[in-house]
């Protein structure tokens, strides 16, 4: 007699070793079917299917049995559901009463409209439902062999306290499972949330940092203004005073030219005091001082217009048709102390149109890259600047010969805080600004980069804003 078999304590030890097989991490399936095969090849059967109550699937309002396990049974029956009351699964369910079969089910009342085939052979059949503390949690079936004693009223109850284990080895196992996958969910919550708290500080650091460029630039914009009316009357005095000396030179030369009218002791005295205050060399430096003053105060002129088209104080925050080659040359010249120790610039323009942008962000790119251009070359280097259009586009390229950047570092190189400057030497935040001021322009940055080498960065942008 099967039951023999089932009553062994290796048998029902088996048994437990595979529920607590779920909770060392096998799937739910693999576990459920090892666990049927198992009640199977206890009752000495042919075939068997397990259908558990599945909570989160509805038919017509109606709880669901789903074929979790099953054994020569169609492979497409695998996840199929059925309703209470459906079949003798569903009816299992539907009545929470288990069910021996023997012989031709065409005479039974329950189901002998399930049956199709009259002349198949009685089968016999025991059918649990499968209960944990009260509760339907599934049914489990398992059929006998063709030729094999069919199973008896005894087999079935003695089996129903076999069953009780099986019951709770399975809850068990949609208890881990179940709380398996509550785990995986606060887990993801929580990287979730993380991931927001990581954003959110990263956000609110790149808006300081936006909004620290933005005062500085109102105040560069500020300075600029005030010293454009000293510079503005300096350059104006230089003139006049050139205008000036031009004509008191000039009106030494009638004097000189006089000097032979003059009694021999006063042109003694005249050659003297010439000599004496060096007026051969005064005619010489005095105009080569006033064209050095003059080169100085337009060169300082030229800084505080720089200042201002970096700033763009002029400017409101809107879309502007602009010529990039002038913002690169403006902010050239702002960022020229940093560079001019370290490179030597070239400049490779090619012909682009105006572009429609932010013109202040776009010199805030070019800043950040051409400061990160020289403090990247050790010594002395070259950094190339090259322009040109492609189709609807134009691109700005900033090369540098120096150190390059290593390639586990360069998907890394726009991460907000990251720096492979000294600590005190940089924030991380600028090519992460750069980023998303051209993802505002619906352009695109570029890196390629080989250390020892050198790093070239390409900025792709629409000519026209595209809204």
């Known amino acids: 007699m099967p039951y023999e078999k089932i009553t062994q304590i290796s048998w029902i030890y088996d048994l437990y070793r595979l529920g607590q097989s779920g909770a060392l991490g096998r799937q739910a399936g ?66 929470g009463e288990d069910l021996l079969l023997n012989g031709d089910l065409s005479a039974d009342p329950r189901f002998c409209n399930l049956v199709r085939d009259k002349t198949s052979k009685p089968v016999s059949s025991m059918c649990w439902a499968l209960k944990s503390e009260g509760k339907l949690i599934g049914v489990l079936s398992v059929n006998g062999k063709e030729g094999a004693p069919p199973y008896t009223g005894e087999d079935m109850a003695k089996g129903a306290t076999v069953i009780t284990l099986v019951s709770i080895v399975l809850d068990n196992v949609r208890l881990h499972f179940e709380q398996q996958k509550r785990i995986a969910v606060i887990s993801r919550m929580n990287e979730e949330y993380l991931l927001a708290q990581q954003q959110i500080e990263q956000t609110q650091s790149q808006l ?52 032979t009218a003059l009694p021999e002791a006063v042109r003694a005295e005249v050659r003297s005091a010439k000599q004496q ?90 800043m950040n890259l051409l400061v990160n251009a020289a403090h990247a070359i050790t010594d002395k280097g070259i950094i190339t600047i090259r322009t040109g259009r492609q189709d609807e586009e134009v691109f700005i390229q900033i090369a540098d010969t120096g150190k390059g950047i290593p390639e586990e570092n360069l998907k890394r190189v726009f991460d907000p805080f990251f720096t492979t400057k000294p600590v005190g030497k940089g924030t991380g935040l600028g090519l992460s600004l750069s980023y998303g001021i051209m993802q505002k322009h619906n352009g695109r940055i570029e890196v390629q980069s080989e250390v020892g080498k050198g790093t070239t960065f390409t900025l792709w942008l629409p000519i026209k804003h595209l809204s």
């Not at 005062?215 to 000293?230: D, M, R, T």
């Open 208 to 259: 300081l940092q936006s909004d620290k460029m933005a005062s500085v630039g109102q105040l560069a914009a500020g300075v600029a203004h005030e010293i454009n009316n000293p510079i503005g009357f300096v350059y104006s005095n230089l003139g006049s005073m050139e205008k000036y000396l031009k004509d008191i030179f000039g009106l030494l030369d009638v004097y000189e030219g006089a000097e």
């Open 277 to 366: 205050k060096d007026l051969a060399f005064l005619r010489e430096d005095v105009p080569m001082l006033m064209k050095e003053s003059r080169d100085g105060i337009t060169r300082v002129k030229k800084i505080v217009q720089d200042l201002k088209d970096f700033s763009h104080v002029d400017a409101q925050d809107e879309w502007q048709w602009v010529d990039l080659h002038k913002g690169l040359n403006s902010t050239l010249n702002i960022v020229w102390n940093e560079i001019k120790y370290h490179a030597e610039v070239k400049k490779e323009y090619g012909e682009i149109p105006e572009v429609e942008c932010f013109p202040s962000q776009l010199n805030q790119v070019f």
């Open 30 to 95: 693999a576990v459920q079917q090892r666990i049927l095969e198992h009640i199977v090849q206890g009752f000495e059967g042919k075939s068997g299917t397990l259908a558990l109550i599945d909570e989160d699937v509805m038919l017509f309002d109606e709880k669901t049995l789903t074929i979790v396990a099953g054994i020569d049974i169609p492979d497409q029956a695998i996840g199929s559901s059925i309703t209470l009351g459906q079949g003798i699964l569903g009816w299992v369910a539907e009545h």
